[in-house]
């Protein structure tokens, strides 16, 4: 799998306000997506997943919700923290084929 | 439990020396393995994936190789660097038959001056 090579964009978010990543999807056929974390000067994380036939699934904190009409991927963290701020990379899986998006960097600001 | 290693963390290595990364993975056998690039804030680019030992996939054409000499090692190569080579490479792995769900080292950043 591979991206798109776009550059990032950022979403800036006060320490304890919730924050919303999103992502949008290019195969309607994905059946799965994984959505990872991506601290500076490390390599990504894997963080929470959903398959096609959910649309929601919670993890501590964060929240997945899947939009397959739209075809659109959110994440949501919960009273985000300083250790929030990364890139935030979503992935899209079709017959074990992955492909990231972009990535969005989450700035949390104290 | 399985770990991935890669080395080193930091290069900055002269336009046209050579290059050699690494990468391990402990604690599993015959894994697939990847190399992934990622340029100043962008996205990820495949480099190159491997299923076995000596069998090596390249996505894009470029001035870099790769090689598995062994199960769990993965080797990313160049004869000689160009200024566009530089950005932050990353090795992951998956167990066989999964082309998903990485697991990713903790990455090398080359500058190429």
């Known amino acids: 799998g591979e991206s798109v090579g776009l550059h990032l964009p950022t979403l800036s978010v006060q320490e304890g306000d919730n924050s919303i990543i999103n992502c949008a999807y290019s195969n309607s056929a994905s059946d799965y997506f994984i959505w990872y974390k991506q601290e500076s000067g490390k390599g990504p994380q894997f963080i929470i997943d959903?398959?096609?036939?959910?649309d929601k699934r919670q993890g501590q904190r964060v929240t997945v919700l899947l939009n397959k009409t739209v075809k659109h991927l959110s994440l949501q963290i919960a009273a985000t923290q300083p250790g929030d701020s990364a890139v935030y990379f979503c992935a899209e899986i079709n017959n074990n084929d992955m492909r990231f998006g972009a990535g969005t960097r989450l700035t949390v600001k104290p | 439990s399985q770990t991935i290693h890669q080395w080193p963390a930091t290069l900055v290595q002269p336009v046209g020396s050579p290059l050699s990364l690494e990468c391990t993975v402990e604690g599993t056998s015959n894994p697939n393995l990847y190399w992934y690039r990622q340029a100043a804030g962008r996205g990820l680019q495949l480099l190159f994936y491997?299923?076995?030992?000596?069998?090596i996939s390249s996505e894009v054409p470029q001035n870099l190789s790769a090689s598995r000499p062994q199960d769990r090692q993965f080797i990313l190569s160049s004869k000689k660097l160009l200024l566009s080579d530089s950005g932050f490479y990353l090795c992951?792995?998956?167990?066989?038959?999964?082309?998903?769900?990485?697991?990713f080292g903790s990455g090398t950043r080359l500058t190429v001056v």
């Open positions: 491997s299923v076995g030992i000596g069998q």
């Open positions: 992951a792995w998956v167990p066989q038959g999964f082309h998903y769900g990485y697991t």
């Open positions: 959903i398959r096609s036939n959910m």
